[in-house]
């Protein structure tokens, strides 16, 4: 092996041992305790959570279930903090003690539907102390879920493809769901991922009209009654009754969680798919760019430019103007184009001769508010039906895009490729340079670069930072990095930018290669590729929208014990209450008793 140089600040630690077991691992310097968890109080008069007798009333109170992603928002002030935490799905078997798929109660159906969407909670740090608490008396704490009212806006907003017999206008939809990962704007609001929709639908083959029927397919909308019956206490989850209910998730939510009383936001000029998360950066010129994925095998990436710049005075006017910036501009999707001869991508995840999976990209115009570039779609049907005008346009299907996010110094734009076991297969998109794996099993990470440095570009260079996996395996690639020296990494989904620039990278394997976890790699210098493994978390986890501030980190611990024939009278994990317990999703804070920084050197953290 090389001699080890100087560690990247903010590495400085020894990388903890793949993840097993029923626990949360960091590394030996460091302390972790949980902040929230799914039924914990968020509103103050919040009833204690009971396993056994939970209502929708008291759900709507508490802490969401299944936290993904999370977001910290500085109030004035030393050591206080907005918390968003997005609450993606329910996991029935392991939220009630008696549950039946085929017949649910309408209070387990309704609590579901207040155990989704979004909380806010005030975070504070007393003077002395490693670690923020949570507070339930704060003004801002809310509850956003499945049935809060919510805004369309943008060009799709009163479409008559989102008109229902409850909003014949088409502009009120209640409620957010499947809300995954996000992303904070400059403005100081968050955006919030609708993703997997379908799964709560029934009867797609229902749905009136042929258009109809063909546009739920390509989202994946099922036949049949739903996995979870909701169709049976409210008719809008019914498509043969309401087949535009569909087409009201699967958006962008702008959320301002400094205001409590805010409406969520459906955004459709970003476009409507499997919104992992979207992340804003602002371009040379003041305009914004937000970047997305659409997180299934063969979607795209894509990113979104505003028509107007953002103002950066500050005051409730400008930021109440910034609040309008994704309402107008452009959608585009990605093409990429590999650089090496195709014959050299032979789907082993072999280097082609030039040493690098990479080449150039496109930026693909969709639509530009009533405008739309896409042959036979109108505007409206590009932002609803945004995966099919990607289709027409000819976008790079890839393998399950997950978060995009632009580096915060250098510009570079970073999407984690979480895995496609489909890559390669019979009547599947064979390998390409931008997914040069068949069975891709393990993912991989690629580093975009805007043309000219600018993210309203519409070309761009890219290659391949890390082709993730055992690191002892043939077609593993650790950007160069000496391979007998990383952690090795599988399944890469959110990501997330620490002062120093590393790029943390949180897991979303299913148990391969060990539990999941979270990771960090530097970007730049001789360390470039080094990937170290910080901590690890409980059987069937799933890691989640990291924060890493300078003194602490925060990760969700989502669907803890999350495994095939768990139920809560035979759970996999008693995290993190331990015992006899059963799991919750929560909110783990990590921090240094010593005080030092996270990955810094020593104490003082220098
Ligand atoms: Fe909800 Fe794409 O992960
Ligand atoms: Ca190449
Ligand atoms: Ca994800
Ligand atoms: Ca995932």
Redo the contacts with the bound molecule.
């Keep these: 092996a090389a001699a080890a140089g100087p560690t990247a600040p903010g590495t400085a630690f020894t990388p903890v041992p793949t993840g097993t077991g029923d626990r949360v691992v960091v590394p030996e310097e460091y302390r972790h305790e949980v902040l929230i968890r799914w039924g914990d109080p968020v509103l103050p008069d919040a009833p204690p959570f009971d396993f056994d007798r939970q209502t929708a009333v008291a759900q709507a109170r508490q802490f969401g279930v299944n936290n993904?992603y999370c977001a910290l928002l500085p109030l004035r002030g030393r050591d206080r903090w907005l918390m968003v935490s997005n609450h993606?799905y329910a996991t029935e078997p392991l939220m009630f003690g008696h549950w039946d798929p085929d017949r649910p109660t309408e209070e387990q159906v309704r609590t579901a539907w207040e155990a989704h969407g979004l909380s806010v909670v005030l975070l504070e740090r007393a003077p002395g102390e490693g670690l923020p608490r949570v507070r339930t008396d704060a003004r801002w704490n809310r509850r956003i879920t499945l049935t809060t009212p919510c805004e369309v806006r943008g060009p799709a907003a009163g479409s008559r493809y989102l008109r229902t017999s409850a909003d014949p206008g088409g502009v009120r939809v209640l409620g957010t769901m499947?809300n995954?990962?996000g992303g904070k704007t400059p403005w100081g609001t968050v955006l919030s991922g609708e993703?997997?929709v379908h799964v709560p639908f029934a009867h797609a083959d229902a749905a009136p009209t042929a258009q109809q029927r063909a546009a739920l397919r390509r989202y994946g909308f099922a036949p049949g009654p739903s996995l979870r019956k909701w169709e049976r206490y409210d008719r809008r989850f019914d498509l043969g009754r309401e087949p535009n209910e569909a087409n009201r998730f699967g958006w962008i939510v702008e959320i301002d969680p400094y205001d409590p009383h805010s409406t969520p936001v459906k955004r459709t000029a970003l476009g409507r798919f499997?919104h992992?998360a979207a992340n804003v950066v602002v371009a040379p010129d003041g305009r914004v760019t937000a970047y997305m994925?659409d997180?299934e095998r063969f979607e795209y990436l894509y990113k979104f430019v505003s028509d107007r710049r953002m103002r950066t005075g500050g005051s409730a006017t400008d930021r109440e103007y910034n609040q309008t910036l994704l309402d107008s501009g452009t959608l585009y999707a990605a093409r990429f184009t590999g650089d090496g001869p195709a014959e050299e991508i032979d789907g082993s995840g072999r280097l082609p001769a030039d040493g690098e999976f990479d080449g150039s990209g496109r930026w693909l115009p969709l639509a530009h508010n009533g405008h739309s570039f896409v042959d036979g779609m109108t505007a409206e049907e590009v932002y609803v039906f945004t995966r099919q005008a990607a289709d027409r346009a000819g976008a790079t299907a890839m393998d399950?895009p997950?978060d995009v996010e632009p580096h915060p110094y250098t510009g570079r734009v970073y999407a984690a490729l979480?895995n496609n076991d489909y890559r390669g297969a019979a009547g599947a998109p064979a390998a390409d340079e931008a997914n040069p794996r068949a069975a891709n099993r393990d993912g991989h990470v690629l580093e975009l670069e805007e043309h000219g440095g600018d993210a309203t570009a519409e070309r761009f260079r890219w290659r391949l930072m890390l082709v993730c996996g055992d690191p002892a395996a043939p077609g593993t690639y650790y950007a160069g990095y000496d391979k007998s020296r990383v952690s090795a990494l599988s399944c890469p989904?959110n990501i997330a930018f620490d002062r120093h620039g590393n790029l943390w990278l949180t897991t979303?394997n299913s148990g391969r290669l060990g539990n999941d976890g979270l990771y960090v790699v530097p970007t730049e210098g001789p360390e470039r590729g080094r990937v170290k493994r910080f901590m690890t978390i409980p059987v069937g986890a799933e890691a989640c929208g990291p924060v890493v501030e300078d003194d602490f980190v925060l990760l969700s611990v989502q669907h803890p014990g999350e495994v095939a024939g768990a139920d809560a009278q035979h759970p996999a994990s008693h995290w993190p209450d331990g015992g006899a317990s059963r799991p919750r999703a929560a909110v783990v804070a990590v921090w240094r008793p010593d005080g030092g920084g996270i990955g810094m050197a020593g104490p003082s953290g220098a």
Excluded: H, L, Q, Y
């Design positions: 993904d993606e499947a995954c990962s993703e997997n499997k992992e994925g997180d399950r997950e979480t989904d979303d």
